[in-house]
DNA sequence: CACGAGACCTGTTCGC
DNA sequence: TGCGAACAGGTCTCGT
């Protein structure tokens, strides 16, 4: 599920509740508990999990695909890499088949990480900018401009699709808002980054803008079993839409595999540039 | 430096 | 119906 715009859709969801739940802010953290080892990136020892004991939450933020929570001493940072989910329900419940990883709080809340996959992983420490620091800048950030975008693609040689899927390059993106980006605007998944005109990554600029606010403005996207409440996979252009019509000129989406990930794009108003 | 393949994992859907 | 193959929102590491 979690590209920018669901990571985005569940932060606020913590932080500002929704239906039935209320906002995370503040609660004090009593006990945490891990039940997939592998889960935890950092620190080595589980046994350091003790000192999330009395700690609040002051913050709830979002960089990239990183969820973080704010705490007095420590940050958690959470990456939910394919399937994984941020759930509130009642502290002491047995944890259920996918769970792996949850904080109780004092107030009778618990905080779990679900993951049927086990790709993804959480980490506590004090210095969450060492995890960060590899990313390449927000997407609404002040560093993301259209002339940093394309000094940025003509500062190396790489095809526009594994590219944007870079988190050093960019931060945010996968493989859904990635495609739809390149085909707002209008570019080939395979273009070449240094042959992209100021034009041209003026365009991809705004498309990727564009995409990842509606995005967030219908609350991501819910595909399969993964993800609940979103509605973006409604709005999908070239996802998942092989052989249908383009929303724009009607010709047949087509998928092809790039850095084995699926490809989707329409030959028409993509077509293919040296 | 760029790229492809394999690894890490489980669940669902597809094709015969 | 059954069963193996293919595929899935991500990222890391290794070899060329």
Redesign the pocket.
Known sequence: ???LP?VETIARFLREGGREQESILRAQISDAGLT?R?TLAAPEDPAALERLAGQRVREIGRR???LLLGLDRDTLLF?????GDLVVGRAGEAPG??DRFFIDFTDGRRLTFTD????GRVWLTAEPQEVLA?LGPEPFGPDFTPGWLYQALH?????LK??L????FI?G??????DEALHRAGLHPLR???RVTPEEAGKLWEAIRETLSSGIATQ????????RG?D??NHFRV??RTGEPCPSCGTAIQ?I??????THFCPSCQPWKE
């Not at 500062?155 to 095809?159: G, H, L, M, V």
């Open positions: 599920m979690p590209e669901e997939w592998r990239g695909k990183f990456h939910l890499r394919m399937s088949p996918h049927p996959r086990k790709f590899p500062s190396r040689r790489r095809q594994p590219l899927l870079d988190q050093s931060s993106l996968g493989n859904i808002y990635s070449a980054s240094d991501g996207a819910s595909i399969d079993w993964v993800y979103g973006f996979q996802y998942q998928r595999v790039v850095g084995q990930r699926g």
